[in-house]
């Protein structure tokens, strides 16, 4: 069955998603042409989004929240010239998406959420006419991150973090997947680049894996098979006796996981 979603004549999102439409208090007018989503993390759970959205006093709100089992909720319709308060400065241009972590920012998007994210997402980008890509630009048009606004957009500087920020490549593919007709079965591999956060053994603990295959898939989806520098210096400190295993890795290596 295909993931792909739609507005009806409302503004609401249909289709095959788990979703909840409930229209907050907390919105307003103005809103011009989409150039795209913006990530958002919660720094807290679902229901609790659900009933800060919802309390007219808070003056705050989103167009969506996802929660981790990959559930939904759209709090303003499309279409309607409403906007929702989300990234101050960039409330009329941009859709903001919140998603579940339970207080963690440094956990990884959960797969269902990576999966109703890339549903809305391609819906927002059929409806609104940006593309299907990564942007880091307020000016631009895409796949954005709430850190990107800098001030203007509320000082929120560390949202939604270099974890999940580190996903949108996996957003992005699904999401073309989706406007190609794709169904919900995973991908058999994905790149995951690192943050600086982990060492190579918690990240393999943490994804339900182990690091041999880790190592192996990446060189497999490596140029040539060969690793490329930075991961083959990591890899030689540490059976040099130079890097400890047991500290986090560097940012921004690309190494490839089981899907």
């Not at 069955?1 to 409302?10: E, G, N, R, V």
Request: one cysteine or more; aromatic letters at 8%.
């Amino acid at each position: 069955m295909s993931l792909k979603c739609h507005f009806d004549p409302d503004g609401w999102l249909q289709g095959p998603i788990r979703i909840t439409h409930l229209l907050t208090p907390n919105h307003g007018t103005g809103f011009g042409t989409g150039r795209g989503v913006v990530l958002h993390t919660e720094d807290g759970f679902e229901a609790g989004t659900v009933a800060t959205f919802m309390n007219k006093a808070n003056q705050v709100s989103a167009f969506f929240s996802i929660a981790a089992d990959g559930s939904c909720h759209q709090y303003v319709p499309v279409g309607k010239g409403l906007t929702a308060w989300s990234q101050a400065g960039g409330n009329e241009a941009w859709r903001g998406i919140e998603d579940e972590d339970g207080t963690h920012p440094s956990v990884p998007l959960t797969p269902a959420q990576i999966t109703t994210f890339a549903q809305i997402f391609e819906a927002c980008s059929a409806f609104d006419g940006f593309p299907l890509k990564i942007t880091d630009d307020v000016n631009g048009q895409g796949l954005i991150l709430h850190s990107d606004g800098g001030q203007a957009w509320g000082g929120h500087l560390q949202c939604p973090g270099p974890v999940r920020a580190a996903q949108r490549p996996q957003i992005i593919a699904l999401a073309m997947s989706i406007r190609q007709g794709g169904t919900a079965a995973p991908p058999a591999v994905r790149q995951w680049i690192t943050a600086g956060q982990l060492p190579l053994a918690a990240l393999a603990a943490q994804q339900h894996t182990d690091v041999s295959a880790i190592l192996r898939l990446t060189a497999e989806h490596s140029p040539g098979a060969v690793y490329p520098p930075d991961i083959a210096a990591y890899l030689n400190g540490v059976f040099a006796g130079t890097t400890d295993p047991r500290k986090a890795m560097p940012a921004g290596l690309k190494l490839w996981l089981p899907g």
